[in-house]
């Protein structure tokens, strides 16, 4: 259910806050929950609304969105953006960008919300899946995490699509309808319009089901993140011994490269890049120029590269 009390509870109301508003009716049902905080509270609420400049519709609805924070009294920055696909598609780019200018403007201690549902979760858990995830990305969507200086939280998470639409019917709400949400040429609004409402037929609240999984998961990960750390904390750092990784076996080494990567704020790459490390690495005699590099088109966070020197595989920026 959608109250004050769900975002109230996970945002801090003596700071800035951001909203990343599209105009669509996620971001459009927590733009009007802010907007009555900000008037129970006197909280310093902003919105965020980036064109992508991806439809001809996009001036329509930045106007709209102008037109909707004006009447809720909350101060509009629009950023205009193009978007080009750099080989992980739109949807990617057109995240990545989203990302790099909510970094941008936020400040030390910034909040900026998020719209993001428990239907989003599962969407997010079945692109990872389909792309071969590792356990890590079975995780879904974190409710809070850092972003630049400041903090990104999504405080629907626990909320159902179905929840959000219902509470703009019942006050009456306007929200952008956007049209290629309804072209499967996208692989999320494929899910979305094909695969999942066949599941929902057979297993009634199947999102829900997704997303109690992801729970489980997160639950185990974070046990087994402190048993690694607890055996092998020598061994994960931005310089690894070499000598003393080929003494684990595969699956170990693939689990001290991802802990190591992670440590250092780098993507953790695929399985197949994994591999690559090992037989340059492991299973090779690795000398000066020996390098493996990656990056993410489906995260923001920044890409890496492995190198050798003095008997230790270094972790580093790329």
Same mark, same amino acid.
Request: aromatic share 8%.
């Given at each position: 259910?959608l109250?004050?009390d769900l975002i109230?509870k996970n945002?801090?109301?003596?700071?800035n806050?951001?909203?990343a508003?599209?105009?669509?009716?996620?971001?459009?049902?927590?733009?009007?929950?802010?907007?009555?905080?900000?008037?129970?509270?006197?909280?310093?609420?902003?919105?965020?609304h980036?064109?992508?400049?991806? %439809?001809?519709?996009s001036l329509?609805?930045?106007?709209q969105? !102008?037109?909707?924070?004006?009447?809720?009294?909350i *101060?509009?920055?629009?950023?205009s953006v193009?978007?080009?696909?750099?080989?992980?598609?739109l949807?990617?780019?057109?995240r990545?960008?989203?990302y790099?200018?909510?970094?941008?403007?936020l400040?030390?201690?910034d909040?900026?919300?998020?719209?993001h549902?428990?239907?989003?979760v599962?969407?997010?858990?079945f692109?990872?899946l389909l792309?071969?995830?590792?356990p890590?990305?079975m995780?879904g969507p974190?409710?809070?995490? %850092?972003l630049?200086?400041g903090v990104?939280?999504?405080?629907?998470?626990?909320?159902?699509?179905?929840?959000?639409? *219902?509470y703009?019917?019942?006050h009456?709400? *306007?929200?952008i309808?956007?049209?290629?949400?309804?072209?499967?040429?996208f692989?999320?609004?494929?899910?979305?319009?094909e695969?999942?409402?066949?599941?929902?037929?057979?297993w009634?609240?199947f999102p829900?089901?997704?997303s109690?999984?992801?729970?489980?998961?997160?639950?185990?990960?974070?046990?087994?993140?402190?048993?690694m750390h607890?055996?092998?904390?020598?061994l994960? $750092?931005?310089?690894?011994?070499?000598?003393?990784? !080929?003494?684990?076996? *595969?699956?170990?080494i $693939?689990d001290v490269l !991802?802990?190591s990567i992670k440590k250092?704020?780098?993507?953790v790459?695929?399985?197949k890049?994994?591999?690559?490390i090992?037989?340059?690495?492991v299973?090779s $005699?690795?000398?000066?120029?020996?390098?493996?590099?990656? $990056?993410r088109?489906d995260?923001?966070e920044?890409?890496?590269?492995?190198t050798?020197?003095?008997?230790?595989?270094?972790i580093?920026? !790329?």
């Amino acid at each position: 259910m959608l109250t004050k009390d769900l975002i109230t509870k996970n945002i801090d109301i003596s700071k800035n806050i951001f909203i990343a508003y599209s105009g669509g009716s996620d971001s459009t049902a927590l733009i009007h929950l802010l907007s009555s905080i900000k008037v129970d509270k006197n909280t310093k609420v902003k919105a965020i609304h980036i064109n992508h400049n991806l %439809s001809k519709n996009s001036l329509l609805w930045e106007i709209q969105c !102008r037109e909707q924070c004006s009447k809720l009294g909350i *101060d509009l920055i629009v950023e205009s953006v193009e978007i080009k696909s750099d080989g992980g598609g739109l949807e990617a780019a057109s995240r990545k960008a989203r990302y790099k200018i909510f970094e941008r403007l936020l400040d030390k201690d910034d909040q900026i919300l998020l719209g993001h549902h428990s239907d989003d979760v599962t969407e997010t858990l079945f692109m990872r899946l389909l792309r071969g995830t590792g356990p890590d990305g079975m995780e879904g969507p974190k409710l809070k995490r %850092s972003l630049g200086q400041g903090v990104l939280v999504r405080p629907f998470l626990g909320v159902s699509k179905k929840e959000i639409l *219902d509470y703009l019917k019942k006050h009456n709400i *306007d929200y952008i309808q956007d049209d290629s949400n309804l072209s499967n040429d996208f692989d999320r609004n494929y899910l979305r319009n094909e695969i999942f409402p066949m599941l929902e037929k057979k297993w009634n609240n199947f999102p829900n089901r997704v997303s109690n999984f992801s729970k489980i998961i997160k639950d185990r990960n974070d046990n087994y993140s402190y048993l690694m750390h607890e055996k092998y904390d020598d061994l994960i $750092s931005n310089s690894i011994n070499l000598k003393k990784l !080929r003494e684990l076996s *595969d699956p170990l080494i $693939s689990d001290v490269l !991802r802990y190591s990567i992670k440590k250092c704020n780098i993507a953790v790459p695929n399985s197949k890049i994994i591999e690559e490390i090992i037989k340059t690495f492991v299973y090779s $005699s690795p000398g000066p120029k020996s390098k493996v590099e990656w $990056s993410r088109s489906d995260k923001e966070e920044v890409s890496g590269q492995i190198t050798y020197s003095n008997g230790h595989i270094l972790i580093s920026k !790329r």
